[in-house]
């Protein structure tokens, strides 16, 4: 059974930092890429990032990049998204996908963890 897992969600002051992690189990998690998406209350989901299964290739959105780092240990089954610079825009559910290409596209994605929680207050 697939599973992917988000922690490392938190209540963070505007200007803040916070690093999520995702973990998965139940696949071959070094032959995935691995994307981050977010979802504001009442709005649609958004891509954050995105890596490749080599750590070669990386996408980030226009809101995040240069604030934003997504990496990835294979090793240990996990990615991160490392958050710098945090805005109150940025609160939202995150959520890690893991699908077979680097993408911001959402139903390109095959699984999909359960989210976490980052709030940013102003």
């Known amino acids: 059974q697939v599973q992917l897992v988000e922690s490392g969600g938190g209540l963070v002051q505007s200007g803040g930092s916070l690093t999520l992690k995702c973990t998965g189990s139940?696949?071959?998690?070094?032959?995935?890429?691995i994307g981050w998406f977010r979802q504001a209350p009442g709005k649609d989901r958004e891509g954050v990032s995105s890596?490749?299964?080599?750590?070669?290739?990386?996408e980030y959105s226009d809101s995040v990049r240069g604030r934003f780092t997504i990496f990835r240990d294979n090793a240990n089954n996990a990615v991160y998204l490392q958050m710098n610079s945090l805005k109150p825009s940025d609160t939202g559910i995150y959520y890690c996908?893991?699908?077979?290409?680097?993408?911001?596209?959402?139903?390109?994605?095959?699984?999909w963890g359960q989210g976490t929680q980052v709030t940013v207050s102003s």
């Open positions: 996908a893991a699908g077979q290409i680097v993408t911001m596209i959402s139903r390109r994605y095959d699984y």
């Open positions: 139940g696949l071959r998690f070094n032959y995935y890429a």
């Open positions: 890596i490749s299964n080599t750590d070669d290739t990386t």
